[in-house]
């Protein structure tokens, strides 16, 4: 292969392999099918070798196209940063961000402060909601990035934190001793599932008390003494009590906070976020979760 590999053609190929249709690719890309198959041809011809196989109406890859694909991605990516850091001015556009509101409280301060001194002409525009809400919304494309809980559904988040994730109450009153203990957990939530996995595996009882979306509402019934809930250290608040084996609860398993991107139309300023959230968030250097 004589001829350099052109950025388009690989951002054409990605869109591709992302979505399994070249008609989806082409409006993701802004092109035309026909400008999308040419741009494939173009790019065979200069590997020399296909890099899809077609099954029917989707676009399946070749093994070359398979091990093109993680390349193409770096290629792309590389390209993106490389534009953002050389620009002779500042990243201008609209970036849409989910968050889970408990990690909005802890985190979007420095995020959105960083990122505006960066990019003071960028519009961002952030919701709040649980995880599984945000990631589907990420694979429909009414979200560009998404901050979440890692729990494995979703393969190509990227884990860029780690936390332990603690029993919590009000340092003023014991509802831990109650017995059900009453609890007060997201509505649709990993950690609610794992707080009721560990409290059935220990055979304790338990029911679920208060139950909402909201953080601050969660947060409001432990410290008014009501409920035992679940936090991550970066969501603990004062007045809140840690419970340990101690008073009969078991540990529980730290979280992975994991940021995802839509597979839709490429940004700019989604990739200056992308690499700024990453920057804030970023606690793996030194843990051994960074060697996973």
């Known amino acids: 292969m004589s001829a350099l590999l052109d950025v388009d053609q690989l951002k054409t190929f990605v869109a591709i392999a992302d979505t399994g249709s070249f008609t989806r690719a082409a409006e993701m890309v802004h092109k035309t099918q026909s400008a999308v198959s040419m741009q494939m041809k173009r790019l065979e011809e200069r590997l020399g070798k296909p890099v899809f196989a077609r099954d029917g109406r989707q676009s399946k890859l070749t093994d070359d196209g398979e091990r093109l694909l ?10 993106n940063e490389a534009v953002i850091a050389l620009a002779d001015a500042d990243l201008a556009g609209h970036v849409r961000l989910g968050v889970p509101d408990d990690y909005a409280d802890r985190f979007l301060p420095e995020i959105l402060a960083r990122f505006s001194r960066s990019n003071p002409r960028a519009e961002v525009t952030v919701l709040c909601e649980p995880s599984l809400s945000l990631i589907e919304r990420i694979r429909t494309g009414s979200l560009d990035l998404a901050i979440i809980t890692h729990t494995g559904i979703v393969a190509d988040a990227q884990v860029i934190r780690q936390e332990q994730l603690y029993w919590v109450t009000s340092a003023r009153a014991s ?10 957990l997201g509505v649709c939530c990993a950690w609610r599932t794992i707080a009721c996995e560990k409290l059935d595996q220990e055979k304790r009882a338990h029911r679920v008390l208060y139950a ?21 250290e970066s969501s603990l608040r004062p007045g809140m009590r840690v419970l340990g084996v101690a008073d009969g609860f078991p540990p529980l398993p730290p979280i992975k906070i994991a940021l995802l991107s839509s597979k839709h139309e490429p940004s700019l300023v989604r990739e200056a976020l992308a690499d700024h959230i990453v920057q804030s968030l970023d606690n793996l250097s030194d843990t051994a979760v960074a060697a996973e």
Do not use: C, F, M
């Open 70 to 79: 993680d390349y193409a991605r770096r290629i792309v990516k590389l390209s």
């Open 175 to 184: 509802p831990h001793e109650e017995s059900p203990v009453p609890l007060a």
């Open 212 to 232: 909402s979306q909201n953080s601050t509402a969660i947060s409001a019934a432990v410290l008014a003494g009501l409920a035992v809930s679940v936090s991550a």
